[in-house]
Every structure is written in structure tokens, then in C-alpha cells.
């Protein structure tokens, strides 16, 4: 038997969701706690599998993790293992992550190339060139990135030959207990990263420049505990309100805020939302039908590629038709067959494809490539007529929390279900 995530559609959301804390900052935020032998105790924190995926991998490598509803404890006083294994790190990219850390903190790492979703080439080869300008030495042997830096690294200054979030990351971690000062040029500007260095300053760390393209990190001997509260989740804020939109209905969602969105915010108003500012989150409805409207990811402040998919099947049923342009991962198109058995018009052409709006979605069965493909989908479910049925849902509890509980609040007929699997 395998589980589904059965969808009735065509009711529209009307209600409150309270969004969760972003898994894309609680990741390296957890990793931090490994620069430091006193405790990290982290607030907000998603109920999700790669949370739980992380803590198994930084258990193994010694530290002491502790629970409650959504927080997390973890302290790395008595680190006995510096090898990040192949189990684990081939499920989830961001475990590449705890490479920075442990070089920096012990001066050698070995830690699995990453793997995770089905997204082409994501090497990790902006994160070797920076530990080497910072003095580390890095091969790769048998599927491990071997990391030494046995009289610690220096500080540098390094320009990423190509912008990355996961990069930028691991250079801060590692920089922020190096020797002197590095500076990092052509880097992440996503509010994660904003996050993440908040967190480390919070830990005694001199991270200054963070949400610009140049972040400068004075080294210091050694950070401190502290207690951090992770920022809201920016894409599940931005899928539950395409969710809105696609189903016609008036939500308001909680715990969160539009200045993390400005170009989703920018694209949405242009396609018909009407977004209403609240104390602590916000109130999105649409006014008139959904017209169609170009979309082309970019980095941060751009489109964000992880709600591509979601903004697809918003424009699956738009008035016109709408281009949509994908330039940071060159497979993120795998949902397009899904949506077109649901009954979407879409043609791809290269890195774009042609979406001309239909009057309504269909029920159908199908199957999730992605996280953010498993949202699309779900979006899509919401809106069509008779049931969908969504299967491969791993990928969607990797990155959606309670995902059944905040639409079932806002009137959607959704639930899990076993069927035969054969």
C-alpha cells in the first residue's frame, strides 16, 4: 500500500494560516551549532522530514540534540565524528553544509557529495574554491569531499564566480571562526542569509553586509551559545497565497511578512491579487478573473524558482497566456507533464514554456518530482474539478509542515490515503 494525498477540488480558501519557520533557514542555522561547544537553541522551528534528516546527521557526528513543539536544542561540546555519511546526505543537498563548520572548528571534514531533489547539476564547487582561498585543502575521494585545515583557515577574499545560497552559507559558516577577516563578494542576498548571519552575530560572530552582494566576516576564536528564533518561511507564505488565488478564495496569513516577496508580491498584483497588510502577516483575495502574466526566476529579489511550479498552475487558469522562464535549475520543468494531464495547456520550449489558460483543471492522478513541483500540483489540485490524487508525497513533507491541517482550517477537502501499489 502506498499513502496519496487525496485533493476534492474547487473550494475556494477562506480562512487563516499561520506559516511556519523557514526550513531554508532552519538548516543552516542548525548547522551553526557545530562552531561552538556551548548550546543553540532555535525557535520556530517546521515539523519537517529534513529537520529531522538534519538532526539524525548532526547527532552522528556528536552532538546532543533536544526537543520541544518547534524548538530545537543542540549543543556540539563533544563532537566525535567529523564524516557526514552517504545514508544521509544523499537524501538532502543543504547536509553539505556542516562542511564549512567542522574544517573550521576541527580542520578536517569528510562529508558525502549531497544529493536531494532531481533539480541537474548542483556542484559544489563554489563552496571547495572558497575553502581554499580560506587555506583548506579539498579532493574528492570515492563520493567524499575530504576538507583539511590542519592549523585552521585564514581569512580571504573570495568573489563566487557564479551566485549561490548554499555557497554563501557554508563560506560564512566557516569564515566566522577563521583567522582574520574574509570577505565574500557576488553573494546570496536571500533573507536566509540575512538569517543566518543575525544568528551568528547572536553567537558573538562579526558578520556585517548580509542581504547586500558584498558580506565582510572579522574571524573570531570562538562563538557562544544562544537562543534564535527562525525567520518565517518566505515560500510557503508565497504558496499559500498562490493557493488563494487559484481557488478564488480570501485568506489571511499569519506569522509572516510581504517584505520577504517583493517580485512575487509585484507579479501577483499584476495577475489580479489584492494584498491587505495586517499587523503580523497579511490578507490576499483576487479582483476579477487572474489574467496572465510573465514569469522569469532569478535570484533573490527576483521570481523565487521554488514557487515556479506553483505559479504555473496559477497561470494554467488565467485569462491569456503567460511565458514563464526558468534560469537557475535546468530540470525544474518536470511538473509540466503533470499539470498537462490535469488538463493545462503548456508547451515547453527550451528554459520557457508557454502557458495558455484554460477555464478549468481536472482531477487526475499524479505524481510529485520536487518539493516545490508537489506544491504546484497541490495548488492545481485545489482548483480542479472531481479529485487529484498526488503520490511520491516524501517530497512534499520535506518542505510543507501540517500542510493538510492549514488547508483543511481554510475549507479544502484534503486528506492522506493508502491505495494498492501495484
Known amino acids: 500500500m502506498a499513502t496519496v494525498l487525496k485533493i476534492q477540488g474547487g473550494f475556494p480558501l477562506n480562512g487563516t494560516i499561520q506559516i511556519s519557520g ?5 538548516l543552516p542555522l542548525m548547522v551553526a551549532c557545530l ?15 529534513d529537520i529531522r534528516t538534519t538532526t539524525q546527521l548532526l547527532e552522528i557526528l556528536g552532538v546532543v540534540a533536544t526537543q520541544g513543539e518547534d524548538t530545537r536544542t543542540l549543543c556540539a561540546s563533544h563532537i566525535t565524528s567529523t564524516t557526514a555519511p552517504y545514508d544521509l546526505v544523499k537524501t538532502m543537498r543543504a547536509s553539505v553544509l556542516v562542511l564549512g563548520p567542522l574544517v573550521a572548528r576541527y580542520g578536517i571534514a569528510r562529508v558525502s557529495l549531497p544529493g536531494g ?7 559544489v564547487d563554489v563552496h571547495l574554491e572558497g575553502l581554499r582561498a580560506m587555506g583548506a585543502t579539498c579532493d574528492l575521494d570515492e563520493g567524499y569531499i575530504i576538507a583539511k585545515a590542519p592549523n585552521g583557515l585564514h581569512g580571504a577574499n573570495f568573489t563566487m564566480r557564479v551566485v549561490s545560497v548554499g555557497a554563501t552559507e557554508n563560506l560564512m559558516l566557516a569564515a566566522s571562526i577563521a583567522k582574520g577577516q574574509t570577505i565574500l ?6 533573507p536566509e542569509i540575512v538569517d543566518l548571519a543575525n544568528c551568528l552575530n547572536a553567537m558573538g560572530a562579526k558578520v556585517e553586509g548580509a542581504g547586500t ?3 565582510t566576516i572579522e574571524g573570531v576564536s570562538a ?3 544562544a537562543t534564535y528564533k527562525v525567520m518565517p518561511d518566505r515560500l510557503e507564505t508565497g504558496s499559500y497565497a498562490i493557493a488563494a488565488l487559484i481557488t478564488g478564495g480570501d485568506v489571511v496569513l499569519k506569522n509572516t511578512s510581504l517584505d520577504y516577496l517583493p517580485m512575487v ?3 501577483l498584483e499584476k495577475a489580479g491579487a489584492v494584498f491587505e497588510e495586517e499587523v503580523d502577516g497579511f490578507r490576499i483575495y483576487q479582483n476579477g478573473p487572474i489574467q496572465g502574466v510573465d514569469v522569469m526566476t532569478e535570484p533573490y529579489p527576483g521570481f523565487a524558482t521554488d514557487l515556479q511550479a506553483p505559479m504555473m498552475a496559477l497561470m494554467g487558469i488565467c485569462e491569456g497566456a503567460s511565458m514563464i522562464t526558468e534560469t537557475i535549475f535546468e530540470n525544474r520543468f518536470m511538473h509540466v507533464p503533470e499539470l498537462v494531464r490535469m488538463g493545462a495547456n ?3 520550449h527550451g528554459a520557457s514554456a508557454m502557458v495558455r489558460g484554460v477555464k478549468k483543471l481536472s482531477g487526475a492522478p499524479v505524481m510529485a518530482t520536487d518539493i516545490r513541483a508537489s506544491i504546484g500540483l497541490v495548488a492545481a489540485g485545489l482548483a480542479a474539478k472531481g479529485d487529484t490524487t498526488i503520490s511520491r508525497l516524501y517530497h512534499l513533507d520535506r518542505g510543507y509542515d501540517s500542510l493538510e491541517t492549514k488547508l483543511q482550517g481554510c475549507g479544502a477537502i484534503v486528506e492522506r490515503i493508502k491505495v494498492d501499489a501495484s
Open 185 to 190: 563578494r557576488n553573494v546570496a542576498r536571500e
Open 213 to 215: 552582494d558584498t558580506i
Open 265 to 267: 508580491r509585484e507579479t
Open 223 to 225: 562563538l557562544h551559545g
Open 117 to 123: 531533489c532531481a533539480l541537474g547539476a548542483r556542484a
Open 35 to 49: 562552531l561552538t561547544d556551548q548550546p543553540l537553541t532555535l525557535t520556530n522551528v517546521p515539523n519537517l522530514a
Open 22 to 26: 523557514a526550513k531554508n533557514s532552519a
Open 346 to 348: 503548456i508547451q515547453v
